[in-house]
């Protein structure tokens, strides 16, 4: 019984640990910076030589959601903030909280009275944080100091006037100021959407972040889950849980079924959060991670949600579906919900269904529906007009629905038919 | 039901704290009381782990595979997506576990903080342990409208928090102190489908969504809760989807083992759900329709037993079948009306949706006669009002000229195929666009048309007069007023005016059926007033 709880808490320890190295960005990226062709070196080159002499950069980190750019920024980041501490200050924004450019001029401004221990004002205008900003920009100049802006979500900024990347941009231009401008997208052409005095004034440098390699995934995959030797876990155990975690990366069937769930999620980010589920999954009472795990983990995100909302609606639900399909088949382009009545209505008249119900309970069921998004209103006008009256269009296929009413198992066999017909 | 409901009763208040502490708890400790860190758990014995399985039943699975998302104690956590239909236990569920863990959440439904800035509020009192009230006049603890702002106070507060907790963990066992374990925060998001209506939709759902990214914090654990599928959120950015939790709906034994939780009479109520359980699935699985449209039958169905402790026998339990079968089929056709009839019910009810406000809901079908008081120059106008979203205005003055009904157009033709075909379309098309607008001139017109009708008919019965007069003036304000109050009871809807001749127009969305039934309760005859093509 003991031995039972200590094997417990060796593997609840494991699994804490493994679990923590997933959402910690800076572990993942490190063992992918080391080569001097990848985009660390190459993106702290840039960085570290502009700091050094003393002059303006702009560059674009591109790249799919989850490719890690800003992890692999940040890594840069917090290693040459070691290097030169005292000659960079970072501040960072996020296309997503301040794409407004008074709100954005605002957090610059408040990140740099942090950062030089100045009184922020919340009351300032779009003028002062811009002067503020501009006079802090020569300040530094004059005293080497890069200050590095981060601009995630870059194409956010690039939204409306453009007004905070023409001053930033300018000031880089007309001060003997000394900055960075790293924007960060994951829009390809972001360069595209900028106007012609900003994307002038911007220096064409972009660096892309692309899917790791076979050969990289798997080094990778190894250096995440395998547990160390050196640290407060026994060595045997870990020797034990590392020789299984190899034979599973060596199983043929593990191999296949990692391609599959890479070909249609490529970036580090599904990865990291693939083997999260699978980690999650590890049996505490074994202690060890098994192929079982991993194979949950990609059924579980192999999921089609419209065939699940096929399987929760009710009968009176399925005749409804039918029925529009039906009149979509009669060619006729917009129904709404009186038009489905009347279908509904006639195959009761012709076929003597069991499952005929008043129109307030169909009503119900065809709100269900629309709630579920298996049918939504085919435009956005006449909000004063009824739910009834207002056009509806299906958002499955027809295969869709009838593999759904295949798989449904109390499905009435007249529906079938009548999806043929 | 019971199982499905109870947790949420015996719950501290997280529900009612959390929508924005506007209510007012009769449990709450007087003024005096502050909130403090252990608020951000329950305050109750943490459930055993047999229990929380026990308490939801067909939900085993899911409480499992959400406790290994969770982790064990300090572990980081990828952010969910919990989600399936209505009333599946989604919420019931998480915050169990999180009672049966003992571990720090917070939860904010999108449905009581229903803008952007509620639910920063709402998450940041009570980070903060601020609880509104008349001391500083109900007033939240940060002002905050910004996603930027909010974020700058969100990590601000959780940092504190986080230290605090930390703080705590070296101290006595938890357990007894009744604090929460561990340094992990959750933030609960609850009905985060509503979100997609708000105005700001296009940014805050990104926000949400990445506010893991942005935060960078790992001591902090997002769960998002939903009626939709995750497919249902297009988001034109993009984002690292957070992992899916599926909630499916409960099968029929599942629903047989939620509704025979806590019955009395356990084999007569399985006896009662022998019977009625089978053809309420067909209709809808969701456990609140179900338990609304059972509570009334099963007394209807143990009405003829004068001891409801007795179990039945199969004599008896024939004898019941056959007294219960005609209410089944006709609660089969009204079930949940509770919901769907808020406008003729005291009481508003909240959990409507907003499309229901402008739609007349289902009048019960209580065969012939309606189940509302209502004056009978408001029927009239009601009747006219339906007549003139119906018929086209071009015919008005033949059907209502002096003679009454024209017979002209009944003359019949043989359809040829075509013109078959051409009916069939103009049908289609009425039946897309609905009832049509009409101006309130239109409406009175017609109204005096068919009082005026009506009088005459009354007159050649008794010489009794009927309390609308044609064309005095006192009239005109009675049925203005009246008209006034159908629109506030939904029957007619103001329409927005037509830019052309200024003034208002009014539609009905009075169905057919409804408008038969006023008719033949003033047996006047309606059909033949209708235009059909």
Known sequence: ?421 | MATEESPQVTRRATRSYSASNTAIESANPPESYKPTINDLGFRQQPLRLEDLLSSFPGRRSQILELLRLLGPLNSPMFPILVYGGPSTGKTSVTLQVFRHLNRPFIYSSCITCYSPRILFESILNQLLFHRKDSGHSYSSVKRCERPSDFVNYLREALENVITNLKGNSGKVSSKMSGRPDGTMVYLVFDNLERVRDWDKSSTILPFLFNLNDILKMPEVGLIFISNTSPDTYYLNIGYVEPIPLYFPDYTEDDLRHIFMANQTNSRLYASFLDVVLRPFCRVTRQVDELAAAFSSLFKKYSEPLSDKEVAPNEEMKRRLFSHIRPHISSALNETFQVRSQPLLKAEPNQETKKTTGSRMPGIREDFDKIDFHMSTSAKYLLISAFLASRNPATLDASLFDSTGVSDSRKRKRKASEKSMDQKEMAEQELLMKGPGTFPLERLLAIFQCITSLAEDSLDEEESHELTVEGGSGGLMSDVLLQLSSLCNANFIIKGGSCPLEGSTRYRTAVSEDLALKVARSLKFPLSKYLYRR
Do not use: W
């Not at chain 1, 493994?18 to 959402?23: A, G, H, K, P």
């Not at chain 1, 006729?332 to 076929?351: A, C, G, L, R």
């Open chain 1, 1 to 421: 019984m003991g031995r039972e709880k200590e094997k417990e808490k060796l593997s609840e320890k494991a699994l804490n640990l493994l679990r923590s190295r997933l959402s910690d960005p800076n572990f993942i990226f490190r063992p992918l910076s080391d080569s001097p062709d990848s985009n660390y070196s190459k993106l702290k080159f840039i960085i570290s030589t502009s700091v050094t002499e003393a002059c303006n950069n702009s560059i674009l980190l591109l790249g799919p959601r989850g490719s890690g750019k800003v992890a692999v920024l940040e890594l840069v980041l917090s290693d040459l903030l070691q290097q030169y501490p005292e000659a960079i200050s970072v501040i960072r924004l996020n296309g997503l909280l301040h794409s407004d450019d008074n709100c954005a001029l605002k957090e610059i401004a408040r990140q740099l009275c942090m950062e030089h221990q100045l009184l922020f004002s919340k009351v300032a205008s779009f003028d002062d944080n811009s002067q503020f900003m501009i006079a802090m920009l020569r300040e530094c100049g004059l005293a080497h100091k890069t200050i590095i802006f981060v601009l995630d979500e870059f194409d956010f900024f690039a939204q409306g006037k453009q007004r905070l990347l023409y001053s930033l941009l300018d000031a880089m231009q007309s001060v003997n100021s000394q900055a960075v401008v790293i924007g960060v997208s994951c829009r390809l052409d972001v360069d595209q959407l900028l106007e012609k005095r900003v994307r002038s004034r911007f220096s064409h440098r972009k660096l892309l972040f692309l899917s790791p390699s076979k050969e990289d995934t798997e080094r990778f995959m190894e250096h995440i889950l395998s547990l160390p030797m050196d640290s407060s876990l026994p060595h045997n155990y870990a020797a034990e849980f590392n020789g299984r975690l190899k034979k599973i990366l060596s199983d043929e069937r593990f191999k296949e079924l990692i391609d599959t769930y890479l070909s249609f999620n490529f970036t580090i980010g599904h990865l990291v959060r693939f083997l999260f589920q699978a980690v999650s999954y590890m049996d505490l009472n074994a202690g060890f991670l098994s192929l079982g795990n991993f194979k949950t983990a990609l059924s579980s995100n192999q999921r089609q949600p419209k065939l699940e909302c096929i399987r929760d609606c009710s009968i009176l639900e399925l005749y409804m579906m039918v029925c529009m399909k039906r009149l979509e088949v009669k060619e006729q382009t917009s129904y709404n919900f009186y038009s489905v009545m009347t279908e509904y209505k006639s195959i009761h008249d012709s076929f003597q269904t069991s499952d005929y119900y008043a129109a307030n309970v169909c009503l119900r069921a065809f709100e269900h529906l629309l709630q579920c998004q298996l049918i939504s209103f085919i435009d956005n006008k006449g909000h004063n007009q009824s739910v009834e009256f207002r056009p509806v269009k299906l958002l499955i296929s027809s295969g869709e629905l009838h593999q759904g009413l295949k798989s449904y198992q109390q499905c009435p066999a007249i529906l079938l038919k009548l999806m043929d017909r």
